[in-house]
């Protein structure tokens, strides 16, 4: 499928804004679901927010629906998370994610196993 890349991660002070993007190698990039994840130090990595294949589905952790939105350009193999709000406890490295499998509600894309292909990550830094 080829790799994910992402950029954007930065030091920002709480109630500022950071836009995360992912690039995806390859071409099969509208055929695949895509996810961003978190993993803060000493935490186990956890699910953020999903986007189905056309972007008509879009899915988030409890503790960022209303600050952060996940969208996709497909035409530029691309998927962004905008975060606004942040808050220091929003602190982490972000990781995309892709999967070949179909995104709804009833899918387990909360749990890392739906998601075959992972990004390098980047680091978001939120100051108090």
């Known amino acids: 499928q080829g790799q994910l890349v992402e950029s954007g991660g930065g030091l920002v002070q709480a109630g500022g804004s950071l836009r995360l993007s992912c690039v995806a190698s390859?071409?099969?990039?509208?055929?695949?679901?895509m996810g961003w994840f978190r993993q803060a130090p000493g935490k186990e990595r956890e699910f953020v927010a999903a986007?189905?294949?056309?972007?008509?589905?879009?899915y988030y952790v409890d503790s960022v629906k209303g600050r952060f939105t996940i969208s996709r350009d497909n035409a530029k193999n691309t998927v962004a998370l905008q975060m606004n709000s942040l808050k220091p406890e929003d602190t982490a490295v972000y990781y995309c994610?892709?999967?070949?499998?179909?995104?709804?509600?009833?899918?387990?894309?909360?749990?890392?196993?739906?998601?075959?292909?992972w990004g390098q990550g980047t680091q978001v830094t939120v100051s108090s």
């Open positions: 994610a892709a999967s070949p499998l179909i995104l709804h509600e009833g899918t387990y894309y909360r749990k890392e196993s739906f998601f075959n292909y």
């Open positions: 390859g071409r099969t990039f509208r055929s695949l679901a």
């Open positions: 986007i189905s294949r056309s972007g008509d589905s879009t």
